[in-house]
């Protein structure tokens, strides 16, 4: 099982971006899929998640600035940015809960560079 994540790069401030990540592999179901972020010096933390049933749920600094969605027939997760700040400039990996033939665990991408200046 394999994620890719894309859709990263340099935007200025206030501006958007649109990151993808798709599942690949023996997949059997994926019941949650969702976005984290790392920014140099701190910790990964949570930014969305998404499960099964279309349930989301966001980091509170968030503010309504970021949308989460899935593509189930694709087994893709995206994230739409809007209104970007500096202080969104991270690494962001796509996360996945996926069942496979043997197991249930959770799957990283390998992340994608978001950087806001101008």
């Known amino acids: 099982v394999q994620l890719q994540a894309s859709g990263g790069g340099l935007v200025q401030p206030g501006g958007s971006l649109r990151l993808s990540c798709v599942a690949s592999?023996?997949?059997?179901?994926?019941?949650?899929m969702g976005w984290y972020r790392q920014a140099p010096g701190k910790q990964r933390e949570l930014v969305a998640v998404?499960?099964?049933?279309?349930?989301?749920s966001y980091a509170d600094y968030l503010k309504g600035r970021f949308t989460i969605s899935r593509d189930h027939a694709k087994n893709t997760v995206s994230l739409q940015m809007n209104s970007l700040k500096p202080e969104d400039t991270a690494v962001y990996y796509c996360?996945?809960?996926?069942?496979?033939?043997?197991?249930?665990?959770?799957?990283w991408g390998q992340g994608t560079q978001v950087t806001v200046s101008s």
């Open positions: 592999g023996n997949i059997f179901s994926i019941n949650v």
């Open positions: 996360n996945a809960l996926i069942r496979t033939e043997s197991t249930t665990r959770a799957y």
């Open positions: 998404i499960v099964n049933g279309g349930s989301t």
